[in-house]
């Protein structure tokens, strides 16, 4: 098993709904979450970041972890055309000094 | 005000050739990275330096030499290049392991 691993997608949702982006990981991260959105042609940018189990919302986002069945999530509400990119779920090694993406979701968002 | 800035954006080139890019970063972290992106977009990391110190040289061919003279700034040199050295690299920056802030990007083509 890869150490963070993303369902590639593309995930395709209509405006106004919600985007659900899922990660698994095993136990050689430790736990230190992150997600970034990369636009196309573009760098990662950091969305947010989550170190305890539960929901950590930030606006329309909203990060959840679950250590017991090893799953982040990220939550897009009223998804809009702007929020079309590759999502990337990131962890941290379990040394803590390395940090491991997936391989990232893209998420089309249709007007 | 670019807060992680790589130079070249660009470079194409022939195979054999040596090639190097260049990053900086204005925001005080201690910790800078290479990651690379390839045509899956898969993203990987390559080096990373805490305090001028290398802490991370994943299974990265030693053609590939980083350098970084002081924390703001990481440099990647790269010896006979190869049509597989084709990708992104991108330069990252954290304060610690953490949040990453990513530069631009520089797009290698070798031919």
């Known amino acids: 098993q890869k150490e963070v691993e993303q369902n590639s997608g593309p995930l395709s949702v209509p405006e106004g709904a919600i985007a659900s982006l899922n990660c698994t990981y095993s136990d050689r991260v430790s736990q230190s979450f992150f997600w970034y959105r990369q636009y196309s042609g573009k760098s990662p940018e950091l969305i947010m970041s989550?170190?305890?189990?539960g929901d950590k919302e930030d606006g329309r986002f909203t990060a959840q972890l679950n250590k017991a069945s090893q799953y982040v999530s990220l939550l897009i509400r009223d998804s809009q055309p702007s929020d079309s990119a590759t999502y990337l779920c990131?962890?941290?090694?379990?040394?803590?000094?390395?940090?491991?993406f997936g391989a990232g979701t893209r998420l089309f968002v249709k007007a | 005000d670019t807060a992680v800035s790589q130079t070249p954006k660009y470079l194409v080139t022939q195979m054999g050739n040596d090639k190097s890019i260049k990053c900086e970063q204005n925001?005080?972290?201690?910790?800078m990275y290479w990651y690379k992106q390839d045509s899956k977009k898969f993203l990987k990391i390559m080096f990373s330096?805490?305090?001028?110190?290398?802490?991370i040289n994943e299974t990265v061919p030693n053609r590939f030499s980083p350098k970084s003279p002081d924390k703001a700034h990481l440099n990647l040199h790269i010896n006979s290049l190869e049509l597989g050295d084709s990708a992104v690299y991108f330069c990252?920056?954290?304060?610690?392991?953490?949040?990453?802030?990513f530069g631009e990007g520089s797009r290698l083509t070798v031919l």
């Open positions: 990131a962890a941290l090694n379990t040394g803590g000094f390395k940090t491991i």
């Open positions: 330096y805490n305090n001028k110190e290398l802490i």
């Open positions: 989550i170190y305890s189990n």
């Open positions: 925001l005080g972290h201690d910790t």
């Open positions: 990252a920056s954290s304060h610690g392991f953490g949040e990453l802030f």
